[in-house]
Nanobody, 125 residues
């Protein structure tokens, strides 16, 4: 059974940092794309960051580019999201996802069959 478990969410001040981690079990992240998505209340889920199977390529949404960094450790079966210079608009539930998106559509949720339960990130102004 595939299981993705996120951790590291919490409350941070604007300008602060948080690091999210996603641990995969019953599933090998190696060879599969991994991504982080987020969903704020009343809004659609949006892709935040994607990383290729061996970590050589990344894609970021424009709203987080330069502030967030996605990384992975295939030996440990984990994917992290380092979030710096946080803004109140980053407040959302953050989800880890695994799948094989089509080239150019890495931040589209439809290509990810496996999802974690989410971890809440709240940024105070």
């Amino acid at each position: 059974q595939v299981r993705l478990v996120e951790s590291g969410g919490g409350l941070a001040p604007a300008g602060g940092s948080l690091r999210l981690s996603c641990a995969a079990s019953g599933y090998s992240a190696t060879g599969n794309d991994m991504a982080w998505f987020r969903q704020a209340p009343g809004k659609e889920r949006e892709g935040v960051a994607w990383i290729s199977p061996y970590g050589e390529h990344t894609v970021y949404d424009g709203s987080v580019k330069g502030r967030f960094t996605i990384s992975r450790d295939n030996a440990a079966n984990t994917v992290d999201l380092q979030m710096d210079n946080l803004k109140p608009e980053d407040t959302a539930m953050y989800y880890c996802a695994a799948g094989r998106p089509v080239l150019g559509w890495e931040l589209r949720s439809r290509y990810y069959p496996y999802w974690g339960q989410g971890t809440q990130v709240t940024v105070s102004s």
